[in-house]
């Protein structure tokens, strides 16, 4: 069966400190993997798609299928960062079904 | 113009009452969802239409009912409510076979 673990409920960091977000899943497919975001009380929103391999707001994720993580990193935090992040892996079969981690606070204090 | 939105933002209602949201998505998308965020911001996914018809139907009680009228559309009727109703509900939609699913502002859901 299909299982994301963030293994942080919650993260904090100083502004201008290099962060990662942990991300490990657990599939016997080929994994498609993304991170999103939630600002406080807004919608999810997707930060990152693994097949893109673009860096969005400064983040970047690689994956490594080895090691079974899709880790988020920036290398220097900001404040506007703050946000619950949540890595989802997704399943084209089934309806395009994502199976979201239990997500990891990020707070980036001043 | 905005791409998935739900009604109601906000609802309050007494345990034992019957509610609904609704959902509609205007990007042409073939599927959609229904998930709940409890209060440890957990998010699982509860129902998916695919094409308007029922593909995803995880262990969620009986009191709860999706319908979907056309592709755009996936409504949440919710009976008999109780006080672990209480959470907040994410519409999303997504073109099948593609992974990345848009997501509706939420419906803040409480049972008092």
């Known amino acids: 069966a299909q299982r994301v673990t963030q293994p942080e409920k919650l993260l904090s960091v100083f502004k201008g400190a290099p962060v990662e977000l942990k991300c490990n899943y657990s599939?016997?497919?080929?994994?498609?993997l993304f991170w999103y975001v939630q600002y406080s009380r807004q919608r999810l929103q997707l930060l990152l798609r693994?097949?893109s391999r673009e860096s969005i707001k400064g983040f970047t994720a690689d994956l490594n299928k080895g090691e079974t993580s899709f880790h988020l990193k920036k290398p220097f935090a900001q404040e506007e960062d703050s946000a619950m992040y949540y890595c989802?892996?997704?399943?084209?079969?089934?309806?395009?079904?994502?199976?979201f981690g239990e997500g990891t606070q990020l707070t980036v204090n001043p | 113009d905005t791409a998935v939105s739900q009604t109601p933002k906000y609802l309050v209602t007494q345990m034992g009452n019957d509610k609904s949201i609704k959902c509609e998505q205007n990007l042409g998308h073939d599927t959609m969802y229904w998930y709940k965020q409890d209060s440890k911001k957990f998010l699982k996914i509860m129902f998916s239409?695919?094409?308007?018809?029922?593909?995803i139907n995880e262990t969620v009680p009986n009191r709860f009912s999706p319908k979907s009228p056309d592709k755009a559309h996936l409504n949440l009727h919710i009976n008999s409510l109780e006080l672990g109703d209480s959470a907040v509900y994410f519409c999303a939609s997504s073109q099948s076979g593609v992974g990345e699913q848009f997501f509706g502002p939420g419906t803040r859901l409480t049972v008092l």
């Open positions: 693994h097949i």
């Open positions: 989802a892996l997704g399943q084209k079969t089934s309806g395009s079904r994502l199976t």
């Open positions: 239409y695919n094409n308007k018809e029922l593909i």
């Open positions: 599939y016997s497919g080929s994994p498609e």
